[in-house]
Nanobody, 124 residues
Framework: QVQLVESGGGLVQAGGSLRLSCAAS????????MGWFRQAPGKEREFVAA????????YYADSVKGRFTISRDNAKNTVYLQMNSLKPEDTAVYYC?????????????????WGQGTQVTVSS
């Protein structure tokens, strides 16, 4: 089992930036891929970005491509989501998640452990 704790959310104006962090404990961090998802009020949880166990492969939702960057530091057991050029439609609770396997994946069912979420609010 993996325990995940997100941090770094907050309120930011449109066009601004935020960096989310997710600290992991439990299973060996370099043995699984990681992902970020988000859920806005009244909407389903959606995929944002994912990174392979080594950090060598990444994948992004079209809505954030070119604005968000996922990265990981296996020495610190931490995954990051750098969010630039934020838009009001990026407002949501952001969750990090640990995948069952090492490869990049985007499906919710492929992730077995979830953090508690961190709120990101982008004002217009």
């Amino acid at each position: 089992q993996v325990q995940l704790v997100e941090s770094g959310g907050g309120l930011v104006q449109a066009g601004g930036s935020l960096r989310l962090s997710c600290a992991a404990s439990g299973r060996t961090f370099s043995s699984y891929a990681m992902g970020w998802f988000r859920q806005a009020p009244g909407k389903e949880r959606e995929f944002v970005a994912a990174i392979s166990w080594s950090g060598g492969s990444t994948y992004y939702a079209d809505s954030v491509k070119g604005r968000f960057t996922i990265s990981r530091d296996n020495a610190k057991n931490t995954v990051y989501l750098q969010m630039n050029s934020l838009k009001p439609e990026d407002t949501a609770v952001y969750y990090c998640a640990a995948a069952f396997g090492r490869r990049v994946t985007t499906g919710l069912a492929d992730f077995g452990s979830w953090g508690q979420g961190t709120q990101v609010t982008v004002s217009s």
